[in-house]
């Protein structure tokens, strides 16, 4: 199964098919039908169809959709059927939660080393991963294989890094510094801004109260 012609909405649904679909596999669950994945997911059942639809007849009339099987082909969407190997650049607060974090490594993605400016980390040990220095860094990528970058480090210094991570060859970056790096075509960038979560559950909390207000 490829992904080509899978629209870009629904790939970015894809990790929550994932999840739903890793949760009901460990439940024991073969097949469920749209409906009941509707009422579990809270979407309707013809988007899930819609959606579903792309991977082939998997979800035929009167049997749902084989659990198992829908797992495993989206998860090689995903490329969650490789191990991907990340390193995180700042090993501060955010730095140490994710390299602590042990579901990363379940989905495929291991922390194969860590990186900070400051020696009074150095050597310190999260997850059988001792704290490097920076100055180490470049040796490091060019005896090991790594295909992903987290960037845990200030805002100030997250450009310069990036452009140091592309020159060495790593070619998606996972960015949580609050600044939109400038990379090249070949290097593909996450952004991740937890304060904007925040910032649209308080517009659906202001709403909420307001909507409220107004039928007291
Ligand atoms: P922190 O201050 O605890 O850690 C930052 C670490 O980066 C420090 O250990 C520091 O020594 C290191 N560092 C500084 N310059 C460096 C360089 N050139 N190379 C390598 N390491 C360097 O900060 P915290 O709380 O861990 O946050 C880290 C970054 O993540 C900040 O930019 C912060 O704004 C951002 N952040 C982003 C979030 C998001 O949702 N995107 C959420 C929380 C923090």
Redesign the pocket.
Known sequence: MDDKGISKAVIRRLPRYYRYLGELLEEGVERISSNELSEKMRVTASQIRQDLNNFGGFGQQGYGYNVPYLYTEIGKILGLDKTHHMII???????QALANYVQFEKRGFKVVGI????PV?KGISIRGNEIRM?DELPEFLETHDVQIAAL????N??A??ADMLVKQGIKAIWN???LDLDVPEDVIVEN????ESLMRLSYNLNRYVSEHKEKK
């Open positions: 650049i700042g090993a501060g607060n955010l730095g990186f900070d400016v400051n980390l920076m845990t480090l200030p805002k210094n997250a310069e890094t949580f510094a609050h991740v801004h937890l304060s």
